[in-house]
């Protein structure tokens, strides 16, 4: 049986907006309460919303868009010809 596609609709991308605002928010509390706590230092806080954030939200980014479905592989992809003889202006 041949596996069924269909594309993420409107309620997925507003679902994938809201997880990557939600894991900002999240990422971005859980340095603050580190701070506050006295646990990292200003500097080390600084390190991690520069150098490690955006990896996070990479990441985060990645599985939400396999989990919603808007992962594609070789199969969905289709050639591109361009018309020969024929110049766009």
Not at 59 to 78: H, I, N, P, Q
């Amino acid at each position: 049986m041949e596996r069924v596609k269909t594309t993420p609709g409107p309620d997925a991308a507003h679902a994938f907006r809201l997880g990557l605002i939600a894991a900002a928010l999240l990422g971005v509390v859980a340095m603050a309460s580190l701070y506050a706590a006295g646990e990292a230092s200003l500097l080390l806080v600084g390190f991690l919303l520069v150098a490690c954030f955006p990896v996070y939200l990479v990441f985060v980014a990645s599985a939400l868009s396999v989990w919603l479905g808007y992962d594609k592989d070789a199969t969905d992809l289709r050639p591109v010809h361009r018309e020969r003889g024929r110049r766009r202006g």
